[in-house]
């Protein structure tokens, strides 16, 4: 079994900063690519970030230049720093990894609980 465990979310004013956390634990061989989702109230889920097993990153339009997704592969965590908060960034981020596990033995996708993200005009 793996879990990923967020956290750093909360209420900033616009112009603000907040750094999500994501940590996985199990039974992890390795970790390919992690990512971080958002679902604003009343929309659909979409990708913000993603960073490759090598360190490649890659970011939608909306948030470049202000959002940096990193990861620390010696403690199975990703981490997305958020600057400039703006108040259409509100909403529920979600983590989610592609992990090869070790039992059962195989590649899997893995979200996060979710936390939520609030900022205010």
């Known amino acids: 079994q793996v879990q990923l465990a967020e956290s750093g979310g909360g209420l900033v004013q616009a112009g603000g900063s907040l750094r999500l956390s994501c940590a996985a634990s199990?039974?992890?061989?390795?970790?390919?690519?992690m990512g971080w989702y958002r679902q604003p109230p009343g929309k659909q889920r979409e990708l913000v970030a993603f960073?490759?097993?090598?360190?490649?990153?890659n970011y939608v339009d909306s948030v470049k230049g202000r959002f940096t997704i990193s990861r620390d592969n010696a403690k199975n965590t990703v981490y997305l720093q958020m600057n400039s908060l703006k108040p259409e960034d509100t909403a529920v981020y979600y983590c989610?990894?592609?992990?090869?596990?070790?039992?059962?033995?195989?590649?899997?996708?893995?979200w996060g609980q979710g936390t939520q993200v609030t900022v205010s005009s």
């Open positions: 960073i490759t097993g090598g360190g490649k990153t």
């Open positions: 989610n990894a592609q992990i090869m596990t070790r039992r059962p033995s195989g590649l899997g996708d893995y």
């Open positions: 199990g039974s992890i061989l390795t970790i390919n690519t």
